[in-house]
């Protein structure tokens, strides 16, 4: 989730499908329906984080997110800066098995635990008020962002040291410096495009901070 300068309540429902893309495998467009606003509540929680601003992914690029980190059954999932939780709610309906998310913003960590209990994924998300850079991600197989490039230039070290080969790692909007993604999906809805990327964790990245 990006620092921004606006807090939204928590919307559960995931909406507007991809209708059209191309096929090309490593830079693909695709056009979303739906105005890319973060959805209908989200002026009626302005203020409830103004310590730190909210803006999360999209409702209607959050299952293009999911379709590029491809989640199959037995995925753990890690979102630093997990917002309102609308991304990990989405992969575990999309199949993936457990989730942890982390806020440093209390009243988003709250609103987050009660999206997930009103999903009914409270066995399945843990979520903690903190600092994301702090947590164990070894286990994890699949890590979301949208925290900014600055945020993604201190974390990339960590993925690389604690994530498994063949992890993915994707990211909203922001790149990861020299680390060149396998993948670019550009997500057009009416109102702005956006650049989701995806990493996959390799042997040679391990290699590179290993001691």
């Known amino acids: 989730m990006r620092p921004f300068a606006i807090a939204c309540r928590v919307l559960v429902a995931l909406c507007a499908p991809i209708v059209a893309s191309d096929s090309a495998a490593q830079d693909t467009t695709i056009r979303l329906e739906g105005d890319g606003r973060l959805g209908p509540a989200a002026d009626e929680h302005r203020g409830a984080s103004a310590a730190y601003g909210y803006e999360g992914s999209p409702l209607s690029v959050v299952p293009a997110m999911i379709e590029l980190a491809g989640i199959t ?64 991600m070894s286990n994890s197989t699949v890590v979301f962002l949208f925290m900014g490039e600055a945020f993604n230039l201190i974390l990339r070290p960590l993925l690389w040291r604690q994530l498994p080969v063949g992890a993915r790692v994707v990211s909203n909007d922001f790149a990861m410096g020299g680390w060149k993604p396998d993948r670019t999906v550009r997500a057009e809805t009416p109102g702005r495009t956006y650049t989701l990327y995806l990493w996959t964790i390799t042997q040679a990245v391990k290699d590179e901070v290993a001691p």
């Not at 309102?84 to 575990?92: P, Q």
């Not at 440093?104 to 008020?129: H, M, Q, S, T």
């Open 73 to 136: 059954r037995g995925d753990v999932v890690f979102e630093p800066g997990c917002g309102d939780a609308r991304v990990l709610i989405a992969a575990m309906q999309a199949g993936a098995s457990t989730g942890l998310g982390v806020d440093i913003d209390p009243d988003l960590a709250e609103v987050a635990y009660a999206a997930v209990k009103k999903a009914g994924l409270a066995d399945r998300i843990e979520i903690r008020w903190g600092n994301a850079l702090g947590v164990d």
